[in-house]
């Protein structure tokens, strides 16, 4: 069922056109994943479907009864309640009912009347009715969901009755996030989802994405995240929009191939075109009355052809091509004992590692285990509390910074670079920026009104006509669109020095990675790619499961053997209680007949003798009776444990 449709939209401003022929459909249940160059209208299409942006002409259709929801990109809660009534007000319902039935239930508690009239036969009527729908709604699930899903999101139970105004910018993003997820809309749009969220709770994410039982449409530059969670790709380029199936890989695969058969065809075309003309200028040079008729006859054949149009230019992409230093010794980089700490909060305590030339280091872990300070620690930017960092004989290291402190905001782009390239011509830095797609006007921006994205290309534009042999990287991919990401990762791959980098993209990680740094749970020094790592952890996980597993069978062993074991022995204390009873009885009874023969024989007139025989018969008569008693406990337990 169509729960999405799209039809002929455009927007405009002025004589520029943002979007035109923009038409598709979404299906209930489908994951739509939208991609498109930096500035392609991705973000202005989200709003178009959510409502909050008016598009030039065009019509979208959503079908009856379906409710959107939209988390724009670093969109931020903005209140000052706390994290869990914020979440609760995402569960109105809930919330009126759960208040109406507390209600109900003081006013049943308070008719105390030994005979219920009219009014309270309607309360319980009431408080049944509402209880029923209550529990169809997940009324007694939802507080359980929110504080489940804030502990999965890095906002652990002890830190859910702060209030929002407190937070990051952030954690506030992360927030609203949470809070979208919790209401589960028919249409959930999201953008950009994956900013802000560590490698955890992003695998977390796909896939809850990927289990979303509704309608999903999300903009993302995270390929391995759309890979994971897409079912279809829109590709907006040059205005328009081209729908796919499959996930982001099948996307591209389905694009090279389009785009190269559509060239072919083009080719072949013109081509057959210019042999036709060919033949027309032959007859045109003959000039005889039979060579016109063929002349007009071949125009009319160039004339009713279905012309094919030539593959429209793509969007322009960066070009990047490291400019680089003399090979290092072989020993790039050393550290030994480093630690930090920002107050009372230890990120990192007696790291020791050796870098060695053409090591490709990725840096991962959580969101605030320390790998940006280390990053920085290691690019000199940042002082360790303790211990040492010695770099090898001839490198030369370069420095990229995600939070763009290294460029000054007062100047402009052209200035930027000069001042950090005074060796550089003027024609040769103009260069340098349009191949990092600075044109014109472009060049006499301030730092200060670029984008994040126009930030993240002038500091690469910077690096890279550095020459250095050791870069050293901090989130490179943020802010950058897909192609710019695969242009970066291509130039990284021929970069002939050593790479230490941190990064959330596991895309970029999976195609630059040869060694892993982990800081996950202290720190882990991996020797191999990323795929091999996750094998590698996935084998541990399943080995430590194992054993744990095998540890418990052990103890349960040991539990079942020593409680058989202690079974045995109380069977056969049993046994021993009841032959010992048997003997004692067999004994007093013996006993007693002697003494009951004394009583009718020798005995007969000593009156003090029969007394303490008839004394000595009672006890015997007693001691029999407790002997009895035990035997049928004894018997009890045996018949019970002996032979279940």
């Not at 959107?68 to 969109?75: D, K, P, S, T």
């Not at 931020?76 to 009126?96: G, N, V, W, Y």
């Not at 990229?400 to 950090?420: F, G, H, I, R, W």
């Not at 630059?512 to 952890?537: P, Q």
Request: glycine residues 6%.
């Amino acid at each position: 069922m169509t729960i999405l449709s799209v039809s002929d939209i455009r927007l405009e401003y002025g004589t520029d056109i943002i979007l035109q022929k923009i038409n598709f459909s979404v299906n209930e249940g489908d994951r739509l994943g939208i991609v498109g160059v930096n500035g392609a209208g991705k973000s202005t299409l989200l709003r178009i479907i959510a409502g909050t942006t008016e598009p030039s002409g065009g019509n979208i259709f959503i079908a009856k009864g379906k409710s959107i929801g939209m988390l724009e990109q670093n969109a931020m809660l903005e209140s000052d309640k706390t994290l869990i009534a914020e979440m609760e007000s995402a569960f109105p319902e809930c919330k009126r009912i759960e208040t109406r039935l507390a209600k109900l239930q003081s006013e049943i508690e308070a008719d105390t009347s030994a005979s219920h009239g009219e009014a309270y036969e309607r309360l319980i009527s009431e408080f049944t009715n509402l209880t029923e729908k209550f529990k169809e709604i997940g009324g007694y699930e939802y507080q359980s969901r929110i504080r489940s899903m804030l502990t999965r999101f890095g906002f652990p139970e002890s830190e859910q009755e702060k209030t929002i105004d407190t937070l990051s910018g952030g954690e506030r993003t992360r927030l609203a996030l949470v809070r979208l997820l919790l209401v589960e809309p028919d249409i959930l749009i999201l953008d950009e989802p994956t900013n802000h969220l560590d490698t955890d709770t992003l695998y977390w994410l796909e896939e809850h994405l990927r289990a979303y039982p509704k309608t999903l449409l999300l903009v993302s530059h995270d390929r391995y995240f759309l890979d994971r969670t897409a079912t279809k790709i829109l590709d907006i380029e040059n205005t328009k929009a081209e729908l796919y199936n499959g996930n982001y890989s099948a996307f591209a695969t389905q694009k090279t191939e389009a785009r190269k058969r559509l060239q072919k065809m083009y080719d072949l075309q013109q081509k057959e075109i210019a042999r036709i003309e060919g033949i027309i200028q032959t007859q045109i040079h003959f000039g005889q009355e039979h060579n016109y008729i063929t002349i007009a006859s071949k125009k009319k054949q160039i004339e009713h052809m279905e012309k094919i149009d030539a593959p429209e230019r793509a969007p322009g992409s960066i070009r990047l091509a490291f400019a680089e230093a003399a090979e290092s010794g072989n020993d790039v980089l050393e550290a030994d004992g480093l630690s930090k700490s920002f107050g009372n909060r230890r990120l990192f305590s007696d790291l020791s590692f050796m870098i060695k030339k053409r090591d490709h280091v990725i840096i991962m872990g959580p969101n605030g285990c320390g790998k940006s300070t280390l990053i920085k620690v290691l690019g000199g930017f940042t002082e360790a509390d303790s211990g040492v960092i010695e770099y090898g004989t001839g490198v030369i290291a370069g420095y990229y910074d995600q939070e763009q402190q290294t460029l000054d905001e007062n100047k402009t782009v052209l200035e930027e670079l000069c001042s950090a390239h005074e060796k550089l011509t003027i024609t040769q830095i103009r260069t340098a920026l349009a191949g990092f797609l600075f044109f014109a006007e472009d060049i006499e921006k301030k730092v200060s009104v670029l984008s994040g994205g126009e930030k993240a290309r002038l500091m690469l534009c910077k690096m890279i006509l550095s020459k250095v042999n050791l870069l050293i990287l901090d989130e490179p991919t943020n802010h950058l669109d897909i192609a710019s990401r695969e242009a970066l990762e291509n130039a990284l791959l021929s970069f002939g020095g050593t790479i230490v980098a941190v990064s959330h993209d596991r895309y970029f990680m999976k195609k630059l990675a040869t060694r892993i740094f982990d800081l996950s749970n202290g720190f882990y020094d991996y020797h191999g790619s990323f795929d091999e790592y996750l094998e590698f952890k996935e084998n541990h996980r399943i080995a430590v499961q194992t054993a744990v597993k095998a540890e418990k069978q052990e103890s349960e062993g040991k539990i079942k053997y020593n409680e058989a074991k202690k079974l045995t022995s109380e069977i056969r204390k049993a046994e021993k209680r009841i032959e010992r009873a048997e003997n004692e009885i067999e004994c007093l009874e013996e006993e007693k007949s002697v003494l009951e023969e004394e009583m009718n024989s020798s005995a007969a007139t000593d009156y003090v003798r029969l007394s303490e025989i008839s004394e000595r018969i009672s006890e015997i008569d007693a001691r029999i009776d407790a002997l009895f008693s035990d035997m049928e406990e004894a018997e009890a337990f045996l018949a019970e444990y002996k032979n279940p």
